[in-house]
């Protein structure tokens, strides 16, 4: 398996289970950079601040989980992409009281590499859709 693939999976693995950026720190760059045209993530530039947001929103959404669909790799670029649907439903306190509400929110993640560790991420995600679906938009 590419080299790359494996850090990418690890990252997406502790990313997407909540575990913040302790458990992601290893597999990026001390600098790695985040973009997203996403207004829920508008604030966030980087990819320890992503890494918590997503701590954070595993806190609210508390049986969230995904399903993994897509996952591969292009050498030539130095990327990996990763296409997942996340499902969580707003079980705990957060921008307002619970909604009881579910979401089932497809997104995309395309890693950039330096160095075999991700430089830079960017998420491609329909956020509006997604906060629609919870009640909070």
């Not at 669909?69 to 649907?85: I, M, S, W």
């Not at 009881?100 to 998420?123: E, N």
């Amino acid at each position: 398996m590419h080299a790359e693939t494996e850090t990418a999976r690890a990252f997406f693995t502790a990313c997407e289970t909540g575990q913040g950026w302790e458990a992601c720190r290893p597999h990026c760059t001390p600098d790695a950079t985040f973009a997203a045209q996403s207004d829920a993530l508008a604030e966030v530039r980087t990819l320890e601040q992503y890494t918590e947001w997503m701590r954070g929103i595993l806190a609210v959404l508390t049986d969230g989980t995904y399903d993994l669909h897509f996952f591969a790799a292009d050498p030539e670029r130095n990327a990996v992409c990763a296409y997942a649907t996340f499902i969580g439903t707003h079980l705990a306190s957060g921008p307002c009281p619970p909604t009881g509400r579910t979401t089932r929110t497809d997104y995309v993640y395309v890693m950039r590499f330096q160095d075999g560790r991700i430089a830079h991420m960017t998420k491609i995600w329909n956020s509006g859709w997604a906060l629609k679906e919870l009640g909070w938009g």
